[in-house]
T-cell receptor
Framework: EAQVTQNPRYLITVTGKKLTVTCSQN?????MSWYRQDPGLGLRQIYY???????DKGDVPEGYKVSRKEKRNFPLILESPSPNQTSLYFC????????????FGPGTRLTVT | GESVGLHLPTLSVQEGDNSIINCAYS??????FIWYKQESGKGPQFIID?????DKRQGQRVTVLLNKTVKHLSLQIAATQPGDSAVYFC???????????FGKGTKLTVNP
């Protein structure tokens, strides 16, 4: 089954404790992206990657890091999480030629206390 | 602020009626407009898209209309069903970019 998976689905952590949210897709997609979703603000892009070893900032990259060492994986790293990073995070992927048809993961709900 | 927004945050319809969800955009350079559906507890799911050189596109039970004169986008759902209850997002791709800008979403509730 074609899918985007994220882990963990839920995470409660404390300020300053480094964490990684993993994202993996099995569709051989070139393009992957991370979004955060907050009430009243919709989906905002954090980082995206056009292909292996190619990443770029989205609209809200501060406090986040990403890496793209393999085509299928695109982890999101919070080196020193803060309470304002409490949010619902979505990973997405698509083929580079299909702008519209992004496949989203199920989401990771992160709470930073 | 965001260049993609919505006219109404919530919409409630009776089962079997047609639904219309609206979206305004401000970037005239956007070349792709997309509608996503997000059910509770799930990630957004692609519904339909339209290029900026078109004004109408139909899918299965859904139609997207684009009015570039007033920078307005709408999603029409025919014979709305309870399974259509979700939050609907419009998104635009800014021309020449790989980036999508999402609107804040409209919550559609279908009453039996």
């Amino acid at each position: 089954e074609a899918q985007v998976t994220q882990n963990p689905r839920y995470l409660i952590t404390v300020t300053g404790k480094k964490l990684t949210v993993t994202c993996s897709q099995n569709m051989n997609h070139e393009y992957m992206s991370w979004y955060r979703q907050d009430p009243g603000l919709g989906l905002r892009q954090i980082y995206y990657s056009m292909n292996v070893e190619v990443t770029d900032k989205g609209d809200v990259p501060e406090g986040y890091k990403v890496s793209r060492k393999e085509k299928r994986n695109f982890p999101l790293i919070l080196e020193s999480p803060s309470p304002n990073q409490t949010s619902l995070y979505f990973c997405a992927s698509r083929s580079s030629g299909r702008v519209s048809e992004q496949y989203f993961g199920p989401g990771t709900r992160l709470t930073v206390t | 602020g965001e260049s993609v927004g919505l006219h109404l945050p919530t919409l409630s319809v009776q089962e079997g009626d047609n639904s219309i969800i609206n979206c305004a955009y401000s970037n005239s350079a956007s070349d792709y407009f997309i509608w996503y559906k997000q059910e509770s507890g799930k990630g957004p799911q692609f519904i339909i898209d339209i290029r900026s050189n078109m004004d109408k596109r139909q899918g299965q039970r859904v139609t997207v209309l684009l009015n570039k004169t007033v920078k307005h986008l709408s999603l029409q759902i025919a014979a709305t069903q309870p399974g259509d209850s979700a939050v609907y997002f419009c998104a635009e791709r800014q021309g020449g970019s790989e980036k999508l800008v999402f609107g804040k979403g409209t919550k559609l509730t279908v009453n039996p």
